[in-house]
T-cell receptor, first 114, second 111 residues
Framework: QKEVEQNSGPLSVPEGAIASLNCTYS??????FFWYRQYSGKSPELIMS????GDKEDGRFTAQLNKASQYVSLLIRDSQPSDSATYLC??????????????FGSGTQLTVLP | NAGVTQTPKFQVLKTGQSMTLQCAQD?????MYWYRQDPGMGLRLIYY???????DKGEVPNGYNVSRLNKREFSLRLESAAPSQTSVYFC??????????FGPGTRLTVT
């Protein structure tokens, strides 16, 4: 089992719809969870972090965390063509101590259709 | 405030040549990382440095060496490049809260 798993997609949604991206992780002790957005040919950009169970909202983005079920999701409301990118889920590696390592999923490619 | 910078942006090497990828951050972060990203493989950690003066191997260290020159700078060296090292290389730095910030990347082709 991979440490962090995401559906690779591609996921296509029409403009204005809600895009739902999911991620599961295997290390039950993980405490820090992140979503990165990566446009084609660019570097990953941190867009959301979440540390507690429940929802965290930032503009059109909502991150949801359920530690009991070991999943984290990202909802994008009112999706825009500019949201078309690959979204990477990242989880802290608790054995890494002061090195603050993250384990990344392989990413979900999202396309928002005009 | 430039964040994380990397040089060069692009590089083509012949098999057996050596080169050093440079990375610098101006955010006063303690930890720095080198990743490679290949299609279908996601981000894989090559080496990391938890703090100035320390370096450790990540998931795929073979064929690479690193130097943490000071708190700001972390370089990655390929001593004898191989076609399998064709990839996009990202440097990142981290806060104490695990948030990592990435540089723009170096696209390396080894022929």
């Amino acid at each position: 089992q991979k440490e962090v798993e995401q559906n690779s997609g591609p996921l296509s949604v029409p403009e204005g719809a809600i895009a739902s991206l999911n991620c599961t992780y295997s290390d039950r002790g993980s405490q820090s969870f992140f979503w990165y957005r990566q446009y084609s040919g660019k570097s990953p950009e941190l867009i959301m972090s979440i540390y507690s169970n429940g929802d965290k909202e930032d503009g059109r983005f909502t991150a949801q965390l359920n530690k009991a079920s070991q999943y984290v999701s990202l909802l994008i409301r009112d999706s825009q063509p500019s949201d078309s990118a690959t979204y990477l889920c990242a989880v802290n590696r608790i054995s890494s101590g002061s090195a603050r390592q993250l384990t990344f999923g392989s990413g979900t490619q999202l396309t928002v259709l005009p | 405030n430039a964040g994380v910078t990397q040089t060069p942006k692009f590089q083509v090497l012949k098999t057996g040549q050596s080169m050093t990828l440079q990375c610098a951050q101006d955010m006063n972060h303690n930890s720095m990382y080198w990743y490679r990203q290949d299609p279908g493989m996601g981000l894989r950690l090559i080496y990391y440095s938890a703090s100035e003066g320390t370096t450790d191997k990540g998931e795929v260290p073979n064929g690479y060496n690193v130097s943490r020159l000071n708190k700001r700078e972390f370089s990655l060296r390929l001593e004898s490049a191989a076609p399998s090292q064709t990839s996009v290389y990202f440097c990142a730095s981290s806060t104490n809260s695990y948030e990592q910030y990435f540089g723009p990347g170096t696209r390396l082709t080894v022929t």
